[in-house]
């Protein structure tokens, strides 16, 4: 009969999730289509607070709601 220590199989177990969860990340990263970041035109990211919001109007400068901040619409 096979004997087992337990505290080797509940490191063993323990990190086969973290390991598979790992993976999957990975898979899942690799076959994301590069565009998907650019495929929302309405929303903007203020780069001094980082509030992401909608960008309603066509404007050359758009104002961060939170910090009342201009941002460049470049």
């Known amino acids: 009969m096979i004997r087992l220590d337990f505290t080797l199989t509940m490191i063993a177990l323990t990190s086969l999730i973290p390991i598979l ?3 999957k990340w990975i898979f ?3 076959n994301r289509n590069e565009n998907s970041e650019n495929s929302h ?3 903007e990211q203020c780069p001094f607070c980082t509030y992401l919001f909608f960008k309603f109007q066509n404007k050359t400068f758009a104002k961060c709601p939170r910090c009342q901040s ?3 619409g470049e």
């Open 21 to 23: 969860v790992f993976f």
């Open 28 to 30: 899942y990263t690799s």
């Open 41 to 43: 035109e309405g929303i």
């Open 70 to 72: 201009l941002i460049s």
